[in-house]
């Protein structure tokens, strides 16, 4: 929650540098797991922005995380998804680094590997 947090205050600060308050008031975090994304804010340009928060105690460097398949989902399908990672989470001086959308176009230094099955018996009788 603290990586959202930071993320957030940061979308809405810059929006605000630039000249863009009340851009920066319709900066929220998302509605619900669902929307497979954590934070939707807004370009200069007024186009929304999906932002997908991952957040780590690791020093800035390589990157280890775990994402959903409706967040991989919605990483190739919506307009200007980016995945940020926040560094140093715990620090008093969190590092953030915007990726972009680094699953678009495909990427031959990311691995991706399946680690979890859904399963749903019918205990009915």
């Not at 979890?116 to 009788?125: D, G, P, Q």
Request: some cysteine.
């Amino acid at each position: 929650n603290r990586g959202e947090y930071i993320v957030l205050q940061m979308e809405k600060e810059n929006l605000k540098a630039m000249g863009r308050p009340a851009l920066a008031k319709k900066v929220r975090p998302a509605i619900c797991d669902a929307d497979g994304y954590d934070i939707l804010s807004y370009n200069i340009d007024e186009s929304k922005k999906h932002i997908e928060v991952k957040a780590t105690t690791q020093s800035v460097g390589e990157a280890n995380f775990y994402i959903s398949i409706n967040e991989l989902n919605k990483a190739e399908k919506l307009e200007n998804y980016q995945l940020y990672i926040v560094y140093e989470i715990l620090s008093t001086k969190p590092k953030v680094w915007n990726t972009g959308n680094p699953f678009q176009p495909e990427n031959p230094d990311i691995r991706i590997s399946p680690l979890l099955f859904k399963v749903k018996i019918n205990t009915s009788s």
